[in-house]
């Protein structure tokens, strides 16, 4: 039988700290494996290793954790299939496009009062300071997302 890694091992062929693997079996997304009843160090076998480098994977495609929780439950549920990942990973992508909306509409607010700062002078003057202040009400209207 092959002997598992360590934690730190783990964390080394995962491509991750040690800390991330404990912070990842605090949230139920690994298994952190029994301590040997005669004492030593806690083994993890490669299929953790393969776990934590799927999580990675999905964060990196801006799957929440609670979102790849549900991922790693659909490879366990035997009534799952390829379209339940496709809808999960389609709704992942419907939300990018929005934050991608959102942060055009931001980018473009930024544009205009920048336009129409001088780049110079006092702060008293300054027309970026007073559209985030005195004018908030037409900056808000401007950068906020529509409902």
Not at 56 to 65: E, M, N, S
Not at 82 to 95: G, L, P, T, Y
Not at 125 to 138: D, F, G, P, V
């Amino acid at each position: 039988m092959a002997r598992g890694m360590t934690i730190s091992r783990a964390a080394d062929e995962a491509g991750v700290g040690v800390e991330t693997i404990r912070f990842y079996e605090r949230k139920g997304l690994i298994e952190q494996p029994l301590r040997p009843s005669g004492g030593g160090y806690r083994e993890y076998d490669r299929e953790t290793v393969e776990r934590i480098r799927f999580i990675q994977q999905a964060q990196d495609l801006g799957f929440t954790l609670r979102e790849i929780g549900e991922l790693l439950a659909l490879r366990t549920d035997r009534k799952a299939d390829c379209a339940d990942v496709r809808n999960q990973a389609i709704a992942k992508r419907d939300e990018v496009e929005c934050k991608i909306a959102r942060l055009e509409e931001i980018r473009a607010a930024l544009d205009a009062v920048i336009a129409t700062c001088p780049g110079g002078g006092s702060l008293n003057s300054c027309t970026i300071m007073e559209a985030l202040s005195s004018q908030r009400a037409k900056a808000t209207a401007t950068i906020e997302p529509s409902n």
